[in-house]
């Protein structure tokens, strides 16, 4: 009987054979039928079929494979895993068929291997297989911002192989350094303190820290994610900082300073948001926000805010691909997401309105869509734990999350309060309400049900939660207090809307701090680095000339008188040494 | 399907007022009944949500137009830092 099958391996290695099928049909056939497959073998794993599942936190362990003294473990399956497990594959189902046509075959594979080396990464048991699966991550959405082809998009591909690069260095240290303390690879709940003995865990959780874009390390993500492909786009909203979340969940749960962050993150990224003309960058924001709900969930670490943690995750999928879809829709049908230059699109393309706006509606936490029934349980566990902080904090977040997703972005690309959109956008739109690729709506069609039976039916949601869930979302209280919230957060709006119009602005992030200092670092390294390195290299071999000249002299009273052989094998030394110190 | 529509927008304002009012009016009654259960005792103040939801949103606004003042540039910014540092 077969142990188990990794789905991740499935779509990652089924990924590499779509360039290779010649017929579009089949190739489009099999490039669905992948996270299919990865489906059906979660049900399957979920029916028993490989062993029951034992209840959280113990697991189901699979596939071993003995690697130097240690043994790696490839499918490590607990109720949490399989959380993000079921998302990530239902999410990738619904992105592929957004992406059908893309005709660049080879972002279906960097697609599918980034699907892959996230299931790698969840179900991993050990710490190396995790590593691997993370650096897998690092490259793969450096290929879907490459496959743009603009020169902005290359330069944030390799902004974000740095980022990722760097905190897969720290991970591997504080892995390394666990790997020293205990002699266990096991991907395990970490101890976590200040001093020097905890230097390797706090290198751990900077790793995934930077991975899940916690303020301040959150910068890469706006950066990076609206510069890809619309398509492209849509996978990296979903996986990487998930996956981080994941890893903040099994190791680092209940970390003090995780529950401020997350919960000043949540409030920050908004600030942020309001400055934003770009559609993309806006939701870029607001996946920092959402992170900050989560990141706080972990934070606070009790049953009810872990299990807030990973409904949020997995809902944040659904309603932030299908938000990331809606703001695509105008790139690709328009060729633009900025709002200075939008408007008005609702007569041309009333359809993917709609269905953005389930999105903006479950991401602000609206009552009957999904974001209301796990972002609750996040805030409820911080009124649970008389954090009124934290508690006002998060429940500022949703105000200004329904300002911006439900309001600013749909009234800036869809409405301004004009029918008819600019001259130079109308040029580019047909006479017809259709304006949308039919396989784009499929997409966020599948998303938006998706947002709506989950906030409907919650109960679906909480019976794969790895606690057992005794929390009732639709009380008066909570569905009173949501609704008359939005409906002044609106009132705001409308008296300042003129404020939050588009203009043609970049807003400043943190990533300044890194970016500036490094442009001028490589400046430094191009230009009188080089020239001084020239110089040297001038002036060594004058002297080296000199030295040779003076020992050749015909002249006896010329030549240098000689010296013992050690000492000329010192000078050699001496100045071989500069040179690698000056070159390396 | 096909035809070209214009947003519902009387139908919106509509909507929009009279949940605004019932609102308004249901908070005060639930309020005094004690149908709320909530943490914390600033969440009893009457009309707290609608208070918090109207002058959060508005500082929001307010607070992030004037960090824009120092952190708000042209699209162009670090290409323009670049080329300048060739220079």
Not at chain 1, 156 to 169: E, I
Not at chain 1, 273 to 279: F, I, K, M, S, Y
């Amino acid at each position: 009987m077969i142990e188990w099958i990794h789905p991740g391996l499935v779509i990652f290695l089924g990924g590499f054979l779509i360039p290779f099928i010649r017929s579009r049909k089949v190739k489009l056939a099999y490039f669905l039928l992948l996270p299919i497959a990865g489906l059906t073998i979660l049900i399957l794993t979920s029916m028993g079929v490989f062993g029951p599942i034992p209840p959280w936190p113990e697991a189901l362990h699979k596939w071993h494979i003995p690697f130097l003294q240690y043994s790696l473990e490839l499918g490590r399956i607990n109720k949490l895993s399989m959380v993000f497990g079921y998302i990530y594959v239902i999410a990738a189902l619904c992105m592929n068929v957004y992406a059908l046509r893309v005709k660049n075959d080879w972002e279906h594979v960097a697609a599918m291997c980034y699907v892959g080396s996230s299931l790698g990464a969840i179900f991993a048991g050990d710490l190396f297989t995790l590593f691997f699966c993370l650096e897998i991550m690092s490259w793969a959405p450096f290929f879907l911002l490459s496959f743009r082809g603009t020169k902005k998009a290359m330069g944030a591909a390799v902004r974000y192989v740095l980022w990722h690069h760097f905190s897969g260095v720290c991970i591997l240290a504080g892995i390394l350094m666990h790997i020293h303390n205990t002699g266990s690879i096991e991907f395990v709940h970490m101890p976590w303190g200040w001093g020097r003995d905890y230097l390797g865990y706090n290198l751990m959780l900077l790793g995934f820290i930077i991975n899940s874009a916690t303020t301040p390390f959150h910068s890469w993500l706006s950066d990076t994610y609206s510069q890809a492909s619309p398509s492209g786009s849509i996978y990296m909203t979903a996986y990487t900082t998930k996956t981080a979340i994941y890893c903040l969940i099994m190791a680092f749960s209940g970390v003090e300073l995780l529950m401020w962050m997350g919960a000043i993150q949540a409030v920050f990224a908004l600030f942020l948001a309001v400055l934003e003309n770009d559609g993309r960058r806006l939701c870029s924001y607001h996946i920092i926000s959402q992170i900050g709900y989560m990141v706080a969930g972990v934070g606070i670490g009790t049953p009810m805010a872990i299990n807030g943690a990973a409904s949020h995750a997995l809902c944040h999928i659904i309603y932030n691909a299908l938000l990331y879809m809606g703001a695509g829709c105008a790139l690709a049908v328009v060729g633009t997401a900025k709002f200075n230059r939008l408007g008005g699109l609702y007569k041309y393309m009333p359809i993917s309105f709609w269905l953005y706006m389930v999105g903006g509606f479950s991401i602000s936490g609206f009552p009957l869509f999904n974001g209301f029934i796990s972002k609750c349980m996040t805030i409820e566990a911080a009124e649970f734990l008389q954090r009124p902080y934290i508690y006002l904090l998060l429940e500022g977040a949703t105000v200004g999350t329904f300002l911006h997703t439900g309001l600013k972005l749909p009234w800036n690309i869809w409405l301004q309060g004009r029918d008819e959109p600019p001259p130079d956008i109308r040029a580019k739109l047909k006479d017809s309400a259709l304006n949308t690729p039919m396989n784009m709506l499929i997409g966020m069609g599948i998303l938006a049900s998706l947002c709506v039976f989950m906030g409907i039916y919650p109960k679906i949601l909480y019976a794969m939660l790895p606690y057992p869930v005794e929390f009732v979302p639709f009380t008066i209280t909570r569905v009173f207090s949501i609704t008359q919230m939005f409906i002044f957060a609106f009132v705001g709006f409308w008296v300042l809307r003129k404020m939050v119009k588009g203009y043609p602005t970049y807003t400043l992030d943190t990533d300044w701090f890194v970016r500036m200092p490094g442009m001028r670092f490589v400046r430094f390294c191009n230009e009188p680095l080089i020239n001084f390195g020239s110089f040297l290299d001038k002036n060594i071999l004058k002297v080296t000339y000199f030295i040779i000249s003076c020992v050749r002299s015909p002249i006896p009273e010329m030549r240098m008188t000689p010296r013992p052989i050690g000492l000329g094998a010192l000078v050699v030394l001496a100045v071989f040494s500069l040179f690698l110190i000056i070159y390396v | 399907m096909n035809r070209l529509r214009i947003y519902p927008k009387k139908l919106f304002w509509r909507m929009f007022f009279v949940s605004l009012v019932v609102s308004l009016i249901l908070d005060f009654l639930w309020l005094y009944s004690n149908v709320f259960h909530y943490h914390f005792s600033f969440q009893y103040i009457l009309e707290f949500f609608a208070l918090f939801g109207l002058f959060g949103c508005m500082a929001l606004i307010l607070i992030a137009k004037g960090m824009g003042i120092f952190i708000v540039t042209d699209e162009e910014y670090y290409e323009r830092q670049s080329e300048k540092l060739k220079k």
